[in-house]
């Protein structure tokens, strides 16, 4: 059997006509930019979240970004995150001016570890950014009340996470404000980069939009200097027809891994923690993996191809050398890149798939 690691033609030919006349009303209109498909984007996406404002940008890290940009973060001040996730959670801190601090992970959920959080919290400290990695809900309620506690905004990296519940409450509209990401392989992707933020707060939306658009408000009349960071009508237009699936897209990624955990139950490895039935919308299925590059290998003899989300922890990537970790610093994180293994996993992916993949994992540590 030959599999995917993520199929996304499949997805395309369950609304392709759909999205074909999406498209084709977006080209035929004559507007390609911030035009009338991201305006109804904003809209629809603000009313399935439960938030004031969504204001569409051109990718996830812009809207990090320009979020932290419009909170005034910059050279002296301090954010804390989360080392095991993709570089744009803390990217977007260094390309403001302030310096990322890095807190370990919780073995269970990969999620920040709250505990930790506090550790690190100095007169500079200006922000949190909890990363809800994999389609994981991180722990809110703490980190909101730490926030309080010292006076800190906390911006919901949930870029793998639309979709996701903690208490009763959508993730990205909990903190000051929530940044997400359209890239194609997202549980709601476009056809090429997009993002968004929302928020309930007034001001700091305004804000963006004012820097999305280079600082402007009124055409060649420019307030402050600010970013090119638009999203285009074609990708909004894509995006409008597939948040209308993604609730039931998100239950069947829960419900092959509920598949995936039973068959595994007896495995030697560790599967997804699961803390809620609404809480996860697993935008990946990570397992924690004893020998896992030769588990790879054996699982792509077998025509399963798999990933490694993430093989090195940020603290110890060459761009954050000047920041003075080490290995040793962030035990949790760095055992987890080295044991982490990410299988196929997607809404169309069939129950007979999953279970040759998780009779191959078992079988692998059979002979061994």
């Known amino acids: 059997m030959q599999l995917q690691f993520l199929d996304l033609k499949a997805q395309y030919e369950t609304i392709k006509d759909e999205l074909k006349k999406a498209i084709m009303d977006a080209v035929e209109s004559g507007q390609y930019i911030m035009g009338p498909n991201v305006k109804a984007l904003e809209e629809e996406i603000a009313s399935y979240l439960g938030v004031k404002h969504a204001i569409a940008v051109a990718n996830g890290t812009d809207a990090l970004v320009l979020t932290l940009d419009a909170l005034g973060i910059g050279p002296g001040d301090e954010v804390i995150t989360s080392p095991y996730t993709f570089f744009a959670s803390a990217e977007c801190i260094s390309r403001v001016g302030a310096k990322p601090v890095f807190a370990d992970i919780d073995p269970e959920t990969f999620n920040i570890n709250t505990e930790e959080v506090e550790k690190k919290i100095t007169e500079k400290t200006k922000a949190i950014i909890p990363v809800h990695i994999f389609g994981q809900a991180a722990e809110m309620d703490r980190i909101m009340a730490i926030a309080e506690k010292h006076g800190l905004y906390v911006v919901e ?75 285009d009508e074609i990708q909004a237009a894509i995006l409008r027809v597939k948040l209308k699936y ?123």
């Open 157 to 231: 990296d949930a870029c793998q996470a639309i979709g996701a519940e903690v208490s009763g409450r959508k993730v990205g509209t909990i903190g000051k404000a929530g940044c997400f990401s359209f890239f194609p392989t997202k549980n709601l992707g476009g056809y090429g980069d997009g993002g968004l933020v929302v928020t309930n707060d007034d001001e700091l939306a305004d804000k963006i939009r004012l820097l999305r658009v280079h600082g402007s408000r009124k055409k060649y009349f420019h307030e402050t200097v600010g970013y090119n960071s638009r999203l």
């Open 246 to 368: 993604i609730d039931s897209w998100n239950e069947a990624r829960r419900q092959k891994t509920k598949l995936y955990n039973e068959l595994l139950k007896n495995a030697p490895v560790k599967t997804p923690d699961i803390k809620g039935e609404k809480s996860h919308v697993f935008h990946l299925y990570t397992i924690l993996a004893p020998n896992r590059d030769e588990l790879k290998n054996h699982l792509e003899q077998k025509g399963i191809p798999t990933g490694i989300y993430y093989p090195l922890p940020l603290h110890l990537q060459e761009a954050y050398k000047d920041l003075g970790y080490k290995k040793g610093d962030l035990p949790v994180a760095e055992k987890t890149c080295e044991q982490n293994l990410s299988l196929p996993l997607y809404p169309e992916l069939t129950d007979e798939q999953i279970e040759y993949i998780a009779d191959a994992v078992i079988e692998f540590y059979k002979k061994g």
